[in-house]
């Protein structure tokens, strides 16, 4: 949030207001493409998530690779219980 795009309202508050000279319909997107290669938009890589199934491949390979570590550690003397 910055004061740019949020103007105080008189009541101790914060109001969301556009940017001088721009409405709230002009469409923002015009705003990510290149203007000097006249390039298609750029992509909002938030609106491309990662699928839960390969979210959950990591934590589990992560949990896997650090439990082996461990294992590891533990069993070869590198770690000791004191």
């Known amino acids: 949030m910055t004061l740019q795009l949020h103007r105080p309202d008189g ?10 000279g ?10 990510l ?3 000097r ?5 750029l992509r909002n890589t938030e609106m491309n998530p990662t699928s839960t199934v390969a979210a959950v491949a990591f ?6 690779l650090t439990f082996a ?7 070869s003397s ?5």
């Open 11 to 20: 009541s101790g508050g914060l109001v969301p207001t556009p940017p001088p």
């Open 22 to 31: 721009r409405s709230r319909a002009e469409d923002w997107r015009k705003d």
């Open 33 to 35: 493409r290149s203007y």
């Open 37 to 41: 290669w006249h390039v298609a938009p």
């Open 59 to 64: 934590w589990v390979v992560l949990a896997g």
């Open 69 to 75: 570590l461990l294992l590891w550690g533990y069993g």
């Open 78 to 82: 590198f770690w000791h219980w004191h």
